[in-house]
């Protein structure tokens, strides 16, 4: 007999343990290197769970609003796409794509803080989704 809701919690465990082994070797002296770890570990879950035809990068979506004026959205942490559609650049991890190709944009965020003040909180996560609403193949998210 299977248990897959054991096998999701392994999956949980796992993340839960590597989120916090940089942490631990370097406490608080950088956290943005803490942060792109983390964004790492979740890309290579990703890819590793992920059907073939979706790949994982970070960087942007673009939208073509007429042949010579494009629109970008803010800089997304990780964007899951179709691999079909060849993307508008392709370095390594970094890729910009076309809003048709996406399938997912993640922000990955270790805590959210609900204040409006604070730069890493709520509002500036829904403002990065936000900046790609505009993008008609993309849904969007409400703030409220």
């Known amino acids: 007999m299977t248990n897959t809701l054991a096998y999701q919690q392994s999956i949980n465990q796992e993340l839960d343990t590597l989120k916090n082994r940089v942490r631990n070797l370097i406490g608080k002296a950088h956290w943005g290197e803490e ?3 983390k964004e790492e570990v979740l890309k290579s879950i990703l890819r590793s769970r992920l059907p073939t035809n979706l790949s ?5 979506i673009m939208n073509q609003l007429t042949p010579s004026i494009n629109d970008i959205s803010k800089q997304i942490d990780i964007i899951v796409y179709e691999n079909n559609r060849a993307p508008v650049f392709n370095e390594g991890d970094f890729v910009i794509v ?6 997912a944009i993640i ?3 270790s805590k959210i803080k609900s204040s409006r003040t604070y730069k890493n909180g709520l509002h500036k996560v829904i403002q990065n989704f936000n900046s790609i609403v505009r993008f008609p ?6 703030e409220n």
């Open 35 to 37: 942060g792109r770890y």
């Open 56 to 60: 994982v990068g970070t960087g942007f």
């Open 98 to 103: 076309t809003q048709t190709s996406v399938k």
């Open 107 to 109: 922000e990955v965020k």
């Open 137 to 142: 193949q993309i849904s969007r998210i409400d």
